[in-house]
């Protein structure tokens, strides 16, 4: 648990920090790592929240931006080879 965790966990729950203090040692050992191991997921679940994030605002805002870009190019297309037609019937 970490300092913070343990300070806060001792100042509002003393009753709970005594009961600990009486747990089997061997079994305080077991669950300190458990403890330990879901700290360690939870902060690799932390971190993958500005993951989440940025895929949210992709899906959200920069792929809707990019879907109308195209589209406006499309719109142009049809112009463009027919000007590109017009230029090709000129002879050299």
Known sequence: MSLSARS???ANHPQLDDKIK???PKARSVFERDLKRWESALE???GLMSYDSAVRRLKAVDVPS???Q????DKL???LAENS???LQYPP
């Open 70 to 73: 195209i589209h406006d190019q």
């Open 85 to 87: 037609e017009k230029v």
């Open 66 to 68: 990019l879907e109308e």
């Open 77 to 79: 297309l049809p112009s």
């Open 44 to 46: 690799r679940f932390r």
């Open 22 to 24: 009486q747990t089997d």
């Open 8 to 10: 806060l966990h001792q």
